[in-house]
């Protein structure tokens, strides 16, 4: 059973044209959801894989629109049940490329579990985690990831929740693939989506997602030209955790725990080089944790590792158990181990 | 062992219940003694009756297990009444169930577990065994079973725990010489299980099973034995089957005639598991299972694979519906096809796991927000749900709609002999995808069956979305207040559709009359086997069983207004009797029982009779 695509057919001509829909997109101006969808459609077209594979599958909020806006197969589910459609999807056809879209509160409040329990399988599927930390189209309710203190409609003290990191929500669950990008980067999601689809297994990225209407500047010190350069880790595997202007601030391991040194002082060797595929989920989660104030925020692919994948598996047994049994007869079916005669 | 009939008085069926401790071994010795009737052969039907915790603690009421066979020399429709013959292993067994033994029936116990401690904790203050009113009332055996099985084993090496573990088939031994039965079977059922693993174990299991029979022979000359006749079956091959057994078998039997790969998803859940597990072992023929990590996700992973293009099928019980009801809004509003199987238990809530109960019809027709309807077929005896499965895979595809499949607690543990079909005569089942060739809209639809053509991910040119917003004719969103009347009324009238290919209805009796009992799902043996009794005896009264609930069949309101008044016997209190009076304005009377527990056929014709002889 094919599972992985191999051979990839030859699909003439591609562009991002093919992947746009004459629905008007809906979103509010400025919503940073347009340059992800942008992007997505930059992406699939350089895939080498044939449109009518692709399927974008997702639950329901504002990024949970995005099927409408891709001339693809699409399913707009119920609200945080995308992976479970998207399980049934893929196992039904592996050779399909299956795309999950969902938000903070779609995957991480209502479908915690399922995104949990999709990421522990490793199903061969790309996770888009659009995260803006607030409620978006019920008009700005605090969300999973918003930070302690956010007021909103519903909390106008403050919100006491502590928030879910995503990456380590993910971390907890064994994904194989985990990645961050931005959506003020078109480039950097790009790559990040063909890093994401590369990986045989699960691939889960959260984009760093502006809300203009109910959370603008949510994200504003990783995304402002003054500081983002003190504020973002690009993370490059083989290359040492450097950042800041001219990159002279680097991350080295004290004991267990990481601290920021002066990276032009720093002893050869002292610096750490990030390697998406160690083995440790310790060092994931070294750079999952990051993040302010006292840590730059990490960008790029955080931990990249093989492990079987789910749909993979359910086909091999039942290839096996063809093989060791032979198909299935009507005879068989019917009949069973054990029948008597009336004559 | 061809006993004569010299010794025996004849009967044309008879019902016998074990009843034990749940680790006693009960449910194994009933389905002994149901195999090895069929082989007479009987007509047989059974009922496991078992606690909802595992290992509830030994000797305690709480812990009891049961298992009754109704067999006969005629057709048996129900596993019976009050049994014939009671096999009671401990006090709480004869606790639970005495009550149901026929007055003079036969009540063999195993004395050695009248212990003190067990009388207590049975609940009894003295021991009903040194009761005179007891012998007076029942024809009791009370029989040191455990210290005979023992006894039988002395040269065996087995430990002392395991000498007792055996102490069943002592009964079943003794029962098999009551009832006359054959040894052969049981001997090679222990054989195939223990003879290469656990040798030791198979010999001293026939050893005591042997013993058992040897004891009726050696000591009770002089007692009546029962004999039920061979039964007049109809020629054909036979299997014996359980409810959900046949349901998985349907399911597979479907999507293999309709050409579709079939995918089930399911969470593990009492009465509907074994379905899920049934279905695992079918791999080889190609079909694949889900365990998924709650209802919502099972029912989400059906939808996608039928979205991708195969029959997506998932499986539950009550709770289970409760959480699923908001994915199958999806799937009636994305036109999926889709099959929903809820094995009803008693309810509400976490209620009567292991018990039956018919209290889900309501939900099945309403349990959604908005205007959602789909069609409901309900089976109506352990066998009868292979068709019931194959009816629901085979509306799913014609009409590319969810279908929920209505079982219940006692056809799915209770088993009878099914006929096998054979495969030609299971109706064609006709799908056609989209023609990649032609323009593709999303929701057109078939003139005739108002269902729209499916078409699937990986087909080029077909590209599409989906969703739960609401849609026009053509599939693009629409918010339009009209149009969403329109698609509101298309829907229903897809669902209405389906009565163009349902069956016309099965009559017992005349189709006119005095009274006509209308039963759906499993009441339909309990109703069958009264109106055929009280008909034989001459009296004007009829009945029938709906399979198809939603559409009801297009005969159903002819039929109704034929009789001068219509009974609506339910396991619930009263919904299909509620949606008769509200579709046909037919002053229904509603006959209602919630107790767990199937309808007896004595109940029944009393009712019955109530009304003709009023």
Redesign the interface.
Known sequence: MATEIQNLPDVPGLTRKDFV?S?DVRWCPGCGDYAILNSLQRTLPELGI????F?I?SGIGCSSRF??Y?????????HG?A???????????P??SVWIVTGDGDGLSIGG??L??LLRRNLNVTVLLFNNRIYGLTKGQYSPTSPEGTKTKTTPGGSIDHPINPLLFALGAEATFIARTIDNNPKHMTETFKAAHEHQGVSFVEILQNCVIFNDAAWDPIYSKETRDHQLLRLEAGKPLLFGKTLEKGIRLNGLVPEVIDATTAAPGEILIHQPDHSSPLYSQLLASMGLPDFPTPIGVIRSIQRPTYESL??R??E???A?????T?KE????S?????? | MTPSTRGFREMKAAVVRFAGDSGDGMQIVGERFSDTS??V?NAIATFPDYPAEIRAPIGTIAGVSAFQVHFGSQAVLTPGDEPDALVAMNPAALAVHLYDLVEGGLLIVNSAAFTPENLAMAGFSTNPLDDPALKKKYDVMAIDISGLAVESLKESSLTMRDKLRTKNFFALGFTYWVYGRPLEPTIEYINNKWAVKAPDLAEANIRVLKAGYFLGETTEVTRNRYMVARAE?????????SGNEAIA?GL??GA?KAGR?L?F?GYPITPASSILEALAG???????T?Q???E???????????????I?VTGTSGPGMCLKS??I??AIS?ELPLVIVNVQRGGPSTGLPTKTEQSDLLEAFYGRHGESPLPIVAANSPSDCFRAAYEAVRIALTFSTPVILLSDGYLANGSEPWK??S?DSLREIHKPFADPSQPYVAFARDPETLARTQAI?????????????EKDTKG??SYDSANHEEMTRLRAAKVEAVAKIIPPLHVTGENKGKLLVLGWGGTHGAITSAVQSLVAEGFEVSSTNLRYLNPMPSDLGELIKGFDQVLIPELNSGQLSLLIRAKFLVDAISMTKIQGRPFKVSEIRERILQLITA
């Open positions: 829909t629905n044939p449109r009518e594979n399927v599958i099927p409408y891709m001339n693809t197969y699409g399913f707009h589910t119920i049940r992976p479970t459609v998207a399980t049934g999807v893929k196992v039904a056809n050779d399909l579990n399922h949990l329990h359910v086909h047994q039942v096996d158990a063809k060791k049994r032979g198909s299935g009507w079916l019917l009949h069973g054990s029948t008597w005669t009336v004559e | 069929v082989t052969p079956v109809e020629p054909g091959t036979y299997r014996k089957i078998l597979i039997a293999k790969d995918l998803s079918f791999k080889h023929f190609g079909i694949k889900v998924a990590e709650d919502i996700a099972a029912i989400g992973v059906a939808i996608g694979a039928s979205f991708a293009g195969q997506g908001e994915f809004g999806l994305t096998i079909p495969e991910p990986g087909q080029p040119g077909l590209e599409h979305r989906l969703g739960g917003l693009s969103i």
